[in-house]
């Protein structure tokens, strides 16, 4: 069973669509992330969830819109794809708040064309 | 100037050789270290934290260094598997859930 999984692997789309991924994981966990590994490989936090509730919102455009309908599941979506937006989007859980060692999902890949 | 910094790379390196890579962090108030592992096209995975009296786990040996500002990963006897690109990992301060992260140093051994 994988631990934190992710989908779709690959995302491909046009400017201007709405799309989301979906991320689970099966290990029990209170914490939830979303990472974003962009070009360059710096992998920088998005968003963060404890126990369904936002905790940490960086400075990340608006049209991103995280869902945690609960603790083991946290989507995101985007509306209104730029191209920008292309890079590979990782998503983590942690045993608990403040644990610093983090599950990464496979990841997703996404191509705004 | 970047919060973690390393070095990109590649550093190539023949089998059973000892490699080295270094981080620096700007953040003096920085509590706790780590290094991650990541495949080419796959996710990150904890390879070690980094404690201040250093740290080793068979072929691995982690520093830290304060007063620099720095943390090392030695790899000793590398091995062909060992081919990937290594993640310094910084966080800024206890239970506030934001790791930094920096860029990798990326490490090929050839045979």
């Known amino acids: 069973d994988t631990a934190v999984s992710q989908t779709p692997k690959y995302l491909v789309t046009q400017m201007g669509n709405d799309k989301s991924i979906k991320c689970e994981q099966n290990?029990?966990?209170?914490?939830m992330y979303w990472y974003k590994q962009d070009s360059k490989k710096f992998l920088k936090i998005m968003f963060s969830?404890?126990?369904?509730?936002?905790?940490i919102n960086e400075t990340v455009p608006n049209r991103f819109s995280p869902k945690s309908p609960d603790k083991a599941h946290l989507n995101l979506h985007i509306n209104s794809l730029e191209l920008g937006d292309s890079a590979v989007y990782f998503c983590a859980s942690s045993q608990v708040w403040g644990n610093e060692k983090l599950f990464f999902g496979s990841g997703t890949q996404l191509s705004v064309l | 100037r970047k919060e973690v910094e390393q070095d990109p790379g590649p550093f190539n390196v023949p089998e059973g050789a000892t490699v080295a890579f270094n981080c620096t962090y700007s953040?003096?108030?920085?509590?706790?270290f780590f290094w991650y592992r990541q495949d080419c096209r796959k996710e990150p995975k904890l390879l070690m934290s980094?404690?201040?009296s250093g740290n080793e786990d068979g072929r691995f040996t982690a520093q830290l260094n304060r007063a620099s500002q720095y943390i090392s990963l030695l790899i000793r006897d590398s091995k062909l598997s060992d081919s990937a690109t290594y993640l310094c990992v910084v966080n800024r301060a206890s239970n506030t859930g934001k790791l930094i992260f920096g860029q990798g140093t990326t490490l090929q051994v050839k045979p």
């Open positions: 980094v404690y201040s």
């Open positions: 969830y404890n126990n369904k509730e936002l905790i």
């Open positions: 953040n003096s108030a920085s509590q706790s």
């Open positions: 290990l029990g966990h209170d914490t």
